[in-house]
């Protein structure tokens, strides 16, 4: 009787242990947090927003860079104390010359990450400084171009970006402008037709 009773007992519990194990959720092994999170690319948009960014603060950045060349600084030392004021697109470019030429990189050599990481418009700015670091060109033209340079930049995008206003202006011009018209021109006809329809 006692072992009948305990044969019953080990097979309602391997039953149970079975039904058990046959609902039991299989578990997801997750990855760790470090391959989760995977760095995405930039979009589109970001990477032409930052284009522009760049384009708006790189002239400021050579006109600084011009004024300290011309208070007396050599060009290297120049980046490196122009670097904390300029526009946050660009400061990380000028601030990885600098921290190239603190590990003993050659200026010249230094300067090519400006062109790679900000794109052409800084190639003007690299190509002449390297210039005058290799080869020992005098820095007082190669400043007047540089200024130069920034100042018909700077004007260039001020003639865009005026170009651009009536085509940025004709959406909201015409939100604002077609209702008023109804409003002042449409509805009173309108209202003084219905009122000689019910006389």
Same mark, same amino acid.
Do not use: K, W
């Given at each position: 009787?006692?072992?009948?009773? &305990?044969?019953?007992?080990?097979?309602?519990?391997? /039953?149970?242990?079975?039904?058990? !194990? +046959?609902?039991?959720?299989?578990?997801?092994? +997750?990855?760790?947090?470090?391959?989760?999170?995977?760095?995405?690319?930039? &979009?589109?948009?970001?990477?032409?927003?930052?284009?522009?960014?760049?384009?708006?603060?790189?002239?400021?950045?050579?006109?600084?860079?011009?004024?300290?060349?011309?208070?007396?600084? /050599?060009?290297?030392?120049?980046?490196?104390?122009?670097?904390?004021?300029?526009?946050?697109?660009?400061?990380?470019?000028?601030?990885?010359?600098?921290?190239?030429?603190?590990?003993?990189?050659?200026?010249?050599?230094? /300067?090519?990450?400006?062109?790679?990481?900000?794109?052409?418009?800084?190639?003007? !700015?690299?190509? &002449?400084?390297?210039?005058?670091?290799?080869?020992?060109?005098?820095?007082?033209?190669? !400043?007047?171009?540089?200024?130069?340079?920034?100042?018909?930049? +700077?004007?260039?995008?001020?003639?865009?970006?005026?170009?651009? /206003?009536?085509?940025?202006?004709?959406?909201?011009?015409?939100?604002?402008?077609?209702?008023?018209?109804?409003?002042?021109?449409?509805?009173?006809?309108?209202?003084?037709?219905?009122? &000689?329809?019910?006389?």
């Amino acid at each position: 009787m006692i072992t009948a009773l &305990s044969a019953v007992a080990a097979q309602v519990a391997l /039953l149970a242990t079975a039904l058990a !194990l +046959r609902h039991e959720r299989p578990r997801v092994v +997750r990855p760790t947090t470090a391959h989760a999170r995977t760095p995405r690319a930039p &979009s589109r948009r970001a990477v032409r927003a930052h284009r522009r960014a760049t384009d708006r603060a790189f002239p400021d950045a050579v006109e600084l860079v011009v004024l300290a060349v011309r208070a007396g600084y /050599l060009p290297a030392a120049a980046i490196a104390v122009v670097t904390p004021h300029l526009a946050t697109p660009i400061r990380a470019a000028f601030d990885e010359v600098s921290a190239r030429c603190a590990n003993g990189e050659r200026f010249a050599d230094a /300067l090519g990450s400006l062109p790679r990481r900000l794109g052409a418009i800084a190639a003007p !700015l690299a190509d &002449s400084f390297a210039a005058a670091d290799r080869y020992g060109q005098p820095l007082a033209p190669v !400043l007047e171009r540089l200024a130069d340079e920034a100042r018909q930049h +700077r004007r260039r995008q001020a003639d865009t970006l005026a170009r651009q /206003l009536p085509v940025r202006m004709s959406l909201p011009l015409v939100l604002c402008t077609l209702p008023s018209f109804v409003l002042l021109a449409v509805v009173p006809l309108l209202l003084a037709a219905l009122s &000689s329809l019910h006389r």
